[in-house]
């Protein structure tokens, strides 16, 4: 069954987006990924679509290993964050990567749209997996999985060393 009504309309409600708010950590937070004001970083911004997560993003020269080419521990790295960001709007709650199943399937050119999408494969109290896809031209390029460790408060902070910041407390588990 299509999401079609009998004129051939796409039902809204079937596709619709909620963007999600990239300030969540505080304006100047230094995610790499998805900090909105690093000066180097990818600063992705996020919707979520159903039960998916998803990014666009358009690598640069500045992002290429091989001539023409996404640097592989960049691309890891996009995925990682479009898994990060299935725990934020999926499930409010923030973890630590601490496993990474991934194959490269194909070279993810500089210069045209990667499009990615996270979803929850398997939850939990303390591990939350995730399963992320990376495509461009419509062919997956990257597809993986990610273990994310859920901390309370105390386990953050030992990791980070030091408090964790203000915004950061309510997706503690």
Same mark, same amino acid.
């Given at each position: 069954?299509?999401?079609?009504?009998?004129?051939?309309?796409?039902?809204?409600?079937?596709?619709?987006?909620?963007?999600?708010?990239?300030? $969540?950590? *505080?304006?100047?937070?230094?995610?790499?990924?998805?900090?909105?004001?690093?000066?180097?970083?990818?600063?992705?911004?996020?919707?979520?679509?159903?039960?998916?997560?998803?990014?666009?993003?358009?690598?640069?020269?500045?992002?290429?290993?091989?001539?023409?080419?996404?640097?592989?521990?960049?691309?890891?790295?996009?995925?990682?964050?479009?898994?990060?960001?299935? $725990?934020? +709007?999926?499930?409010?709650?923030?973890?630590?990567?601490?496993?990474?199943?991934?194959?490269?399937? *194909?070279?993810?050119?500089?210069?045209?749209?990667?499009? +990615?999408?996270?979803?929850?494969?398997? +939850?939990?109290?303390?591990?939350?997996?995730?399963?992320?896809?990376?495509?461009?031209?419509?062919?997956?390029?990257?597809?993986?999985?990610?273990?994310?460790? $859920?901390?309370?408060?105390?386990?953050?902070?030992?990791?980070?060393?030091?408090?964790?910041?203000?915004?950061?407390?309510?997706?503690?588990?």
């Amino acid at each position: 069954m299509d999401d079609a009504d009998s004129h051939g309309a796409v039902s809204p409600v079937a596709h619709a987006q909620e963007p999600l708010d990239g300030t $969540l950590f *505080g304006g100047e937070q230094p995610c790499f990924g998805c900090g909105p004001t690093h000066p180097i970083g990818f600063r992705l911004t996020f919707v979520r679509e159903a039960d998916e997560i998803v990014t666009r993003f358009v690598p640069t020269d500045a992002h290429q290993g091989p001539p023409g080419i996404m640097h592989g521990g960049l691309v890891t790295t996009l995925a990682d964050e479009v898994a990060a960001w299935a $725990l934020i +709007g999926l499930l409010g709650k923030f973890g630590f990567t601490v496993q990474i199943e991934a194959k490269l399937r *194909g070279a993810v050119r500089v210069g045209a749209e990667v499009v +990615g999408k996270s979803r929850i494969v398997k +939850g939990g109290s303390r591990i939350v997996r995730v399963g992320v896809t990376l495509s461009q031209g419509g062919a997956d390029m990257f597809t993986g999985e990610f273990g994310f460790a $859920l901390m309370d408060q105390a386990g953050a902070e030992r990791l980070l060393g030091g408090p964790l910041p203000e915004a950061w407390l309510r997706f503690t588990r």
